[in-house]
């Protein structure tokens, strides 16, 4: 039971939060013209890593707002969190 | 007073009697006791029977630890509670307890026979018996198994007590009202941090406060006494609270930590006034302090089990604490200094008492004062065996060899009639790894000892490896000001007196002259695991200590093998060749001690278990007999019985109505979501399959939702309310998750859309009426309005008023017949149902609910998404391609249609079914196959929706079937458990094919 520094609301605990998985998977633009496998590599496919991982979380019984932060999944340590569409911090 | 009470102590009121019931026979304790001291005040040990061999077992301990004497408390069906440990019942008037695992007696118990048998039944039998042969398993194996498993009896009533949550938040939690606790606290609550002290016993002190030995002083006062008074001043204290009777249960991460408090179980039954029973706290804490102490280790040795084997620590607590000595005739079998403090004790109080030490020697203080006393050590000795079925009445000793793998020389007996051993102290480190912190293995005394690493958590005292006095006062004072970063001078120059321990000797399996298999030496008392069973696992190729732990249950009883798994690892390790730092330890999970499920659950039972939602006209359909239905948390009506009208009956003429005359339904659960924004057209385009940017004010249409996978997700009714606003409808079921879905997309992907979306699913209430009547019934209750085909089409909406209220009604159809829907403000929700029942009266308009409308929309080969789809339908597959636009350059799910998987010819497809036997109903859910006697049968799909319709006066059935729309005139079989039942595949619309009644 963690706790999160929604960028709107500020700390609330986890349970007022759902994660939507990776982060930074931009829905193609163009998906006709992509092949059966480039297709199949953005809708299946993710990654799931012991260690620091960058992720979608929404503040389901809050603000309902989505936003990314990076966690590692080893400890449950947030290094950080920011709004959708800034860019991911470097380290 | 019994001879047992050999001891005044100002921890039980021996002016209070308190009587008790255990096993159906009455005894006499006093106010204080548990209900393990008062029992053991008239001499009674024998208190249960072992898991599996059923062996004579005793109460072993004096706290959560116990593995031995565990209770069915209390006999009523509703309270009786299973698996409670009697050192941890707090003794009250009238308790009724007795021993478990045993038939017909513990006394006399049936099931020892299991102990004859016990070289037949090792580690892994049951996985390696009752394999074969296979007929045995259903009738034999699994019944047996079932009556001999299981500790205790469950209640079969519901729990009528009362249960709480409290959620709280501090700066400082400290887990352990011990001496580090105490200290701890002291300087945390001094030094203005808001403080909670939790302590799972009824008063504070831990181990000390019954400490009264020349040896242990601090301030020159027996440490007891000088903890007595530091007791007294922390109660002072403003900005502690402290919970006794509040165990710790789970520490999570991020210091969010789970403890149950008992605030009505040490109370007789009758003065707990239906008070609330437990109560969990929840705690967030900024900083953790874990002073949770240590456990004494057992001894592994022969028949190391018997009734009055205790340890030497908890004997001490017997007769120090609650006045109560365990025998008369002690031997003491140790190897450390700490069990010499009993041997004192018991000296002191003119008690026998004798000494047997695995050492060669020890020069400690506490030693001497033993040997002055005149108590006889037996140095570099072994317990080889004990004797006495129901309680130890004597032992057998030899000398070791020097290296302590043998034993030497001849054989001494020795009469007693307690056993009290000592193999060290174990650091209760649950706390810290359930955290997620790690461990270090400490070599001089083989114990794992927390590694600190988290600023916000600490260790304190013996939890910490702290054994001596000296070093948990000086080193819990130092730790505790760093981490609260606190200057706080009182305990800085706190002068401590205690013995200190010089010499070590640990041997985890003690040897013996009698070969292993022969020996029955108990590492998990409650789970029976012996050392022959892990060396049997080790033998078999079990190398891992979590699978050496699953194979023999090692550690896996209720009591989570606190006095075991030490033992366990310390054996393998020995066993396998390699130091015991390197095998790890077994995971520690949560909860440290068992929870009721009554706190777990607290106050969310019964009708709290879940949120109902009710529609504004509820209450009508309860006046009116309905039969409701949970649709998600909605409470639905299912169908109005008429007298005493089955579901069948109801169903039947609630669908005639509909079709013959008029029929209203509430539709008011359906989820209804406002769109509204320069691009709400664009982002429909982008959400449904079919398209929107075309659609007129005042419109309405039909979506079909899919995921990106290409599957149906949901569908509904949108109506274009104006040029920039939209009212989407959803299923009742999928409302909140295609709401998320949406705003997903709107956050994250689509950004640039000018689209604003809310839900008011429970801003408006809807009646649905359909039926060829619909249209006269409408015309009355809006009698300004033009209902004609011209002025008001299919699939459009207007505004309307009634009494001066807003009302939007649109023209749609889920039932294939002529069918308006009135939206109107909630709170006029049950107004204007009641009108629409009052003038519908004259065309017999009848309240429907769920079970006829799903039927009539079957009748019409509508889907219901959820009950026709499951998550693997495309709408190709439910031959719906005309509402996938071709036009449209992308659209949720749009790549996916045609992916080499999603246009596969092979894949289920939705059609109809027609029975044979027109009076036969197929079960949905049922298996479809074309062919039973080729074999294996191959399954080629499944009944989606099946009904007897009245209006068509046959059966009906909606399925799914491989390559369906091919087969259109094909006869396939439903085999059920007694019969094949026949039937054609058909077109998946029965009724009205040409849409002539919607415009009737």
């Known amino acids: 039971m963690f706790l999160i520094n929604c960028p709107y609301c500020g700390e609330r605990d986890q349970s007022e939060f759902s994660c939507g998985g990776e982060a930074h998977i931009v829905r193609p633009k163009q998906p006709t013209e992509l092949s059966d496998n480039q297709w199949a590599e953005y809708l299946f496919m993710r990654k799931n890593i012991k260690g620091v991982q960058f992720e979608r979380w929404n503040h389901a019984h809050g603000c309902r707002k989505w936003f990314n932060m990076v966690r590692d999944t080893s400890n449950d340590k947030i290094h950080a969190v920011y709004k959708m569409g800034e860019k991911p911090p470097v380290e | ?1000």
């Not at chain 2, 949120?611 to 649709?631: C, D, G, L, P």
Request: charged letters at 25%; one cysteine or more.
């Open chain 2, 1 to 1000: 007073m019994t001879k047992f009470r050999v001891n005044k102590t100002k921890h039980v009121d021996q002016t209070k009697t308190v009587s008790f019931n255990f096993d159906g026979k009455s005894y006499h304790g006093f106010d204080g006791d548990t209900l393990a001291s008062a029992l053991l005040s008239n001499g009674v040990h024998l208190v249960g029977r072992s898991f599996k061999y059923h062996r004579p077992r005793g109460i072993m301990s004096c706290g959560s630890e116990e593995p031995n004497a565990i209770c069915q408390i209390n006999e009523d069906t509703d309270l009786t509670e299973p698996n409670v440990r009697a050192t941890e019942i707090e003794l009250y008037e009238g308790l009724k307890a007795s021993s478990q695992n045993c038939w017909p007696s513990v006394n006399f118990d049936i099931g020892g026979i299991n102990n004859f048998i016990s070289p037949f039944i090792p580690a892994g039998f049951y996985y390696k018996t009752f394999m074969w042969p296979k007929s045995f398993w259903k009738k034999i194996y699994e019944p047996l198994i079932r009556w001999s498993a299981g500790l205790g009896k469950s209640p079969t009533k519901p729990d009528p007590e009362l249960y709480d949550h409290k959620h709280v938040h501090c700066d400082v939690l400290i887990i352990g009202g011990g001496i580090s606790g105490i200290i701890a606290s002291k300087i945390a609550a001094k030094n203005n941090l808001r403080t909670i002290l939790i302590e799972d016993k009824n008063i504070l002190g831990g181990s000390t406060i019954f400490q009264k030995n020349e040896n242990y002083k601090i301030n020159n006062k027996y440490s007891s006494e000088w903890l007595d008074e530091e007791i007294v001043e922390l109660q002072k204290l403003d900005n502690l609270t402290i919970k006794t009777r509040t165990s710790l249960a789970a520490y999570h991460s991020y210091n969010y930590l789970l403890a149950k408090e008992n605030i009505s179980d040490h109370l007789p039954l009758d003065k707990r006034n239906g008070d609330i029973r437990q109560r969990l706290w929840k705690i967030r804490a900024d900083k953790v302090l874990v002073a949770t102490g240590a456990i004494e280790r057992p001894l592994v040795f022969n028949n190391n089990d018997r009734p009055g084997i205790m340890l030497a620590n908890s004997v001490k607590k017997y007769l120090d604490f609650y006045g109560v000595s365990c025998g008369f005739n002690n031997v003491i079998f140790t190897n450390n200094d700490s069990a010499y403090e009993t041997a004192v004790s018991l000296k002191e109080k003119g008690i026998s008492v004798e000494i047997i030490d695995i050492r060669k020697k020890s020069n400690s203080k506490i030693v001497k004062n033993a040997e002055k006393l005149g108590v006889k050590i037996y140095w570099n000795s072994t317990i080889v065996n004990t004797f006495g079925h129901r309680k130890i009445n004597s032992i057998e000793i030899m000398n070791l060899s020097e290296d302590g793998s043998n034993v030497v020389g001849d054989k001494n007996r020795i009469n007693c009639d307690c056993l009290a051993v000592s193999g060290g102290w174990t650091p209760m480190v649950h706390m810290h790894t359930q955290s997620g912190g790690k461990l270090d293995f400490r070599e001089n005394d083989q114990t794992f000892i927390p590694t600190e690493i988290d600023e916000n958590h600490i260790n304190v005292g013996s939890c910490n490896g702290d054994f001596e006095l000296e070093e948990i006062i000086n080193n819990t004072n130092k730790k505790v000001k760093n981490f609260l970063k606190v200057s706080e001078t009182e305990f800085d120059n706190t002068s401590v007196l205690n013995s200190k321990e010089l010499d070590k000797r640990n041997i985890w399996l003690l040897p013996n002259y009698i070969s292993e298999g022969k020996c029955k030496s108990f590492i998990d008392f409650q789970n029976d695991s012996t050392v022959k069973d892990i060396k049997l696992a080790l033998r078999e190729g079990f190398k891992s200590i979590e699978h050496v732990k699953r194979y023999t249950t090692t550690g896996m009883a209720t009591d989570q093998g606190k006095l075991s798994n030490m033992h366990a690892l310390g054996i393998i390790a020995d066993t396998v060749g390699v130091k015991m730092g390197t095998l790890g330890t077994t995971t520690f999970r949560p909860p440290f001690t068992p929870l009721t499920f009554g706190s777990i659950v607290g106050r969310s039972v019964g009708k709290f278990f879940d949120i109902i939602r009710k529609t504004s006209i509820h209450e009508w359909h309860s006046q009116n007999n309905a039969k409701f239905e949970n649709v998600g948390q909605w409470k639905r009506p299912w169908y109005y019985p008429i007298n005493d009208e089955g579901l069948h009956d109801a169903v039947q003429r609630e669908s005639k109505a509909a079709r013959d005359s008029a029929g209203i339904l509430d539709a008011s659960t359906l989820g209804k979501i406002d769109i509204q924004g320069t691009d709400a057209s664009e982002f429909l385009n982008r959400v449904y399959t079919n398209a929107w940017s075309k659609l007129g004010i005042g419109k309405c249409r039909y979506g079909l939702m899919l995921n990106e996978d290409g599957m149906v997700y949901d569908d509904g009714v949108t109506t274009r309310l104006g040029e920039n606003h939209y009212l989407m409808t959803t299923t009742t079921g999928g409302a909140a998750n295609v709401l998320s879905k949406l705003e997903d997309y709107l956050q994250t992907e689509w950004p640039e859309l000018d689209v604003y979306l809310t839900s008011v699913t429970d801003h408006y209430s809807t009646a649905s009426i359909c039926g060829p009547n619909s249209k006269k019934i409408l015309t009355k209750i809006f009698p300004d309005k033009d209902f004609s085909d011209e002025a008001f089409p299919h699939m459009s909406y207007q505004n309307a008023k009634i009494d001066e209220i807003n009302c939007r009604i649109m023209r749609i159809s889920f039932t294939g017949e002529l069918s308006y829907e009135i939206n109107i403000e909630s709170k006029y929700g049950k107004s204007l149902w009641e009108k629409c029942i009052e003038v519908g009266k004259e065309f017999k308009i009848t309240p429907y609910g769920t079970e006829t409308m799903h039927l009539l929309r079957a009748e019409k080969g509508f889907i219901i998404v959820g009950q026709d789809t499951d998550g693997t339908m495309t709408p190709i597959d439910l031959q719906m391609d005309w509402i996938v636009s071709k036009k449209k350059y992308d659209f949720i799910g749009k790549r996916s249609l045609y992916r080499s998987d999603t246009i596969r010819e092979d894949r289920k497809q939705l059609v109809g079914l027609l029975t044979d036997d027109p009076n036969e109903v197929l079960e949905e859910g049922a298996q479809i196959v074309s062919d039973v006697n080729k074999k294996p049968i191959e399954m080629i799909g499944h009944v989606t929706s099946s009904y007897f319709s009245p209006n068509l006066n046959k059966s009906i059935a909606l399925a799914v079937v491989k390559s369906g729309k091919k087969m259109n005139g094909q006869k396939l079989i439903v085999p059920m458990e007694n019969k094949n039942i026949n039937v054609t595949v058909s077109d998946s619309v029965f009724l009205d094919k040409e849409n002539k009644r919607i415009y009737a």
